[in-house]
C-alpha cells in the first residue's frame, strides 16, 4: 500500500521583482486569489498572476509613488492612489484608463470599492474621507472626523456602511445613506491598520500596532471582545468566507481567532515577515508580503488548520476545564445584512455637493486620461484572465485547482507531519530544552543551574550545612567570572586608548587582534550609532569578523552584525560594484589601484558571507526579517 502524500502546512510559493525601485503597496483578488496588484515607487501599477514569474500588466499614468491600490469584487477594474493624492481607475479588460480622480491634497493611503456600485472610498493623510462617484467622475461626499492618517477603508456587505481606521488610534462607522457618522470605536492604544467587515453577521473587526484585534458589535456599537498578545503589530485580518474564524496576519505567523468569548484556535508559523494581505481560494489561505523591490506569496493549507472550537484554548486563561468551557453557551447571532433584491441596484446617493467640491471634467484631466496607458507584457496570461470569455460575464475565470504543496524531504518529515498537532497558546509557547539562539533578554543565565549556588535541599538522613559549604556553593564559579570580566575589562581600556587618539582603523585592528568578539561586538555598537566613521579600510577589517558574529549562537551578537553589515551593504555596495565594472585606466594611478585592491577584498568577502545570509533568511521571527532584508540588499552580488 503506497504512502500517502502528505503536505506542508504552510508554505513559500513564489518571490519575483515585482518594480524597479521599491514596493509601496499591493493587494490581493479577493475573488479569486490568484491577481495580484502592487504599487511602487517607479509611480507604476503592475499586475502578476499568482504563481507565475512575468508581469501580465504594467499600468502607467502616476507621476509619484503609487500608495495605495485596491481590485473591485469581480476583479475587473483597479484603482489606485498616489503620494501627491490623486487617483485613477483602469479597467483591466478594456486595458485603458476610465478616471481620472483630483481633491486629496496629500498621501493617498486607502481606498475601497463599494460591493456592486460604481463607487470608491478613499482615506488620506489629509485626514479626509471621499466618496467618488466613477461614472461621473466626481466627489460625491467628504467625510471629517479623524485627526490624523486614514490607514484603512471597508464598505459592509450590504453598502450601507463605510469602516475607518486611523493613526488616530480611533474607528469610526460611516452612514453613507444619511452621510454621517454613526460611531466612534475607541479602545486601541495605537494606531489602527486594518478594519473587516464580518461577512454575515453585525460583526466588524479591528488590527493595531498595540498588538491587539478588537471586535465591535454593530447594532450595539460596544466591544464584544478584545483579543491581546499579538506577537506583532497586526497587518491584517481576514474572516473566514463562512464567517466561522478569523485569520490575522502578524509577524511571521498566522492565527486562527474566536471572539465570543475570545481563544485562539491555531497557530501557524509562517515566515512571510511583515504580510500585507490576504485571500482565501480553495481552501487555502494566500498571504503576500513585500520588502523593497520583492514581493513574496506564501499559502497556507486550510485543512489542516483549526477552525472551530472543538479543541479550542482561551487566551483568557482561567482554571475551568475544557470540557466545561466548550459547554459554554455560544453568544446569539446578530442581524444579518440585508442583500439587495438586484445585483444592479446601487447605492442611494448621499447628497451633492457644491460645485468646489465636486470635479467636472476638464481638458487636464482628459489630457492625463490620454498619457495614462496599460503596457501588456504578457498577451497569453492577460488573454486567459482578463478578456471575456462571452458577452455577459465579465468576471475572471476561477480556477478550481489549489495550489500543490511542495515535497517533503523525507518520509520521517512526513509522517511526523501527519500527525494532528494540538493548537499553540500565545502565551504559554512549548520551551525548547536548549535554544539554538540565545536571547540577549532572559531571566536565567544560559547553561548554568540556580541550584548550583543554593545549599543543597537538607535531606533527613544528612547532617546540617554547615555556613562554611553553603558559602562554598554560593561562591562556585565566582572567581572564574570575575577573571573573564577583568579581562575584558583590560582589553576594552587597550582599545579605549587607541580611539581617543582619533585613529579608529588601528583601534578596530586592535579589538580584532585580541581575538575576543565580545570586544568587537562593544566597538562596533559604537561605530554603528555614527555612520559617517565607515570607511573603505575599515570594510575589509569588520567584514571577516561580521562572519562570526552572524554565526554566533547570542542573539546580540547576531543583531549587531546585521546592523553592521546592513551600514556596509547600503554605504558601499554601489561603490564597490561600480569600481570592479569600471574599465582599466591608462597609466599608473597608486591611488586608484589599492582603491580597486580593497574593493576586490571587499567584494570575495561579501561573497562569502552571502552564502551564509541565504541558508539564514528562511529562519522565522527578528532573526529571519533581518537576514530576509540583507538578503535582498546583496542581491547585485549574483
Known amino acids: 500500500m503506497a504512502t500517502p502524500v502528505v503536505t506542508k502546512t504552510a508554505w513559500k510559493l513564489q518571490e519575483i521583482v515585482a518594480h524597479a525601485s521599491n514596493v509601496s503597496s499591493l493587494v490581493l483578488g479577493k475573488a479569486s486569489g490568484r491577481l495580484l496588484a502592487t504599487g511602487g515607487d517607479d509611480c507604476r501599477v503592475n499586475l502578476w498572476s499568482i504563481n507565475k514569474p512575468n508581469c501580465i500588466m504594467s499600468l502607467t499614468g502616476h507621476t509619484s509613488p503609487v500608495e495605495s491600490v485596491r481590485l473591485n469584487t469581480p476583479e475587473e477594474l483597479i484603482v489606485a492612489g498616489s503620494q501627491s493624492g490623486s487617483i485613477r481607475v483602469w479597467d483591466l479588460e478594456a486595458a485603458k484608463i476610465l478616471r481620472t480622480l483630483m481633491g486629496h491634497k496629500a498621501n493617498i493611503c486607502s481606498l475601497d470599492f463599494h460591493p456592486y456600485g460604481e463607487f470608491v472610498a478613499s482615506g488620506s493623510q489629509d485626514t479626509n474621507i471621499k466618496l467618488w462617484d466613477i461614472r461621473r467622475k466626481g466627489c460625491v461626499f467628504r467625510y471629517r472626523g479623524h485627526s490624523q492618517a486614514v490607514r484603512c477603508l471597508r464598505f459592509s456587505p450590504d453598502g450601507k456602511w463605510l469602516a475607518s481606521a486611523a493613526d488616530d488610534h480611533t474607528v469610526k462607522l460611516w452612514d453613507l445613506t444619511a452621510g454621517k457618522m454613526m460611531s466612534e470605536f475607541p479602545g486601541h492604544t495605537g494606531p489602527v491598520n486594518v478594519v473587516e467587515f464580518h461577512p454575515n453577521e453585525y460583526l466588524l473587526a479591528s488590527g493595531s500596532s498595540d498588538r491587539t484585534i478588537r471586535f465591535w458589535d454593530l447594532e450595539k456599537f460596544q466591544v464584544v471582545s478584545c483579543i491581546e498578545g499579538e506577537p506583532g503589530p497586526v497587518r491584517s485580518v481576514l474572516f473566514n468566507p463562512d464567517g466561522c474564524c478569523l485569520y490575522s496576519g502578524c509577524q511571521d505567523s498566522l492565527r486562527v481567532y474566536g471572539w465570543e468569548p475570545e481563544r485562539c484556535f491555531d497557530v501557524v508559523l509562517v515566515s512571510w515577515g511583515k504580510v500585507a494581505d490576504l485571500a482565501v481560494c480553495n481552501d487555502q489561505l494566500i498571504g503576500v508580503a513585500f520588502s523593497q523591490s520583492n514581493v513574496s506569496s506564501y499559502v497556507v493549507d486550510l485543512t489542516r488548520v483549526t477552525r472551530t472550537g472543538t479543541v479550542a484554548q482561551d487566551l483568557v486563561q482561567d482554571s475551568r476545564p475544557l470540557a466545561q468551557q466548550s459547554a459554554h453557551p455560544s453568544a446569539p447571532l446578530r442581524r444579518i445584512y440585508e442583500r439587495p433584491s438586484t445585483a444592479c441596484s446601487k447605492p442611494q446617493r448621499v447628497k451633492q455637493n457644491s460645485e468646489s467640491e465636486r470635479r467636472s471634467p476638464s481638458s487636464e484631466d482628459d489630457r492625463d486620461e490620454r498619457e495614462s496607458r496599460a503596457e501588456i507584457q504578457n498577451a497569453e496570461e492577460y488573454n486567459e484572465i482578463f478578456q471575456p470569455k462571452n458577452s455577459i460575464s465579465r468576471t475572471p475565470p476561477r480556477r478550481s485547482e489549489p495550489f500543490p504543496a511542495p515535497p517533503e524531504d523525507d518520509t520521517a518529515t512526513a509522517k511526523e507531519a501527519a500527525k494532528p498537532t494540538p493548537p499553540m497558546d500565545s502565551q504559554f509557547p512549548v520551551p525548547n530544552a536548549e535554544p539554538a539562539i540565545i536571547p540577549a533578554t532572559r531571566n536565567e543565565p544560559i547553561g548554568l543551574k540556580a541550584s548550583d549556588f543554593l545549599p543543597a535541599v537538607k535531606m533527613p538522613q544528612q547532617a546540617e550545612l554547615v555556613d562554611e559549604d553553603a558559602m562554598s556553593q554560593i561562591r562556585k564559579g565566582h572567581d572564574t567570572m570575575c577573571v573573564v570580566l577583568t579581562s575584558r575589562h583590560k582589553n576594552l581600556d587597550t582599545v579605549r586608548a587607541v580611539w581617543t587618539t582619533g585613529d579608529i582603523k588601528t583601534s578596530v585592528d586592535s579589538a580584532v587582534a585580541i581575538n575576543d568578539l565580545s570586544v568587537v561586538v562593544d566597538l562596533l555598537n559604537i561605530v554603528n550609532q555614527k555612520a559617517s566613521l565607515w570607511k573603505l579600510d575599515l570594510c575589509t577589517t569588520v567584514l571577516p569578523q561580521i562572519e562570526k558574529l552572524l554565526q554566533s ?38 591611488s586608484r589601484e589599492e582603491r580597486l585592491h580593497k574593493c576586490r ?13 541565504k541558508s539564514k533568511s528562511a529562519l522565522s521571527g527578528r532573526h529571519g526579517s533581518a537576514f530576509r532584508e540583507l538578503h535582498l540588499l546583496m542581491a547585485s552580488l549574483d
Open 553 to 590: 549562537k547570542y542573539e546580540s551578537y547576531v543583531q549587531t552584525g546585521c546592523t553592521s553589515l546592513k551600514l556596509i551593504l547600503q554605504r558601499f555596495l554601489p561603490l564597490i560594484t561600480d569600481i570592479l565594472a569600471a574599465p582599466p585606466s591608462v597609466g599608473v594611478d597608486i
Open 601 to 613: 577584498l571587499c567584494y570575495k568577502q561579501l561573497k562569502s558571507i552571502s552564502g551564509l545570509v
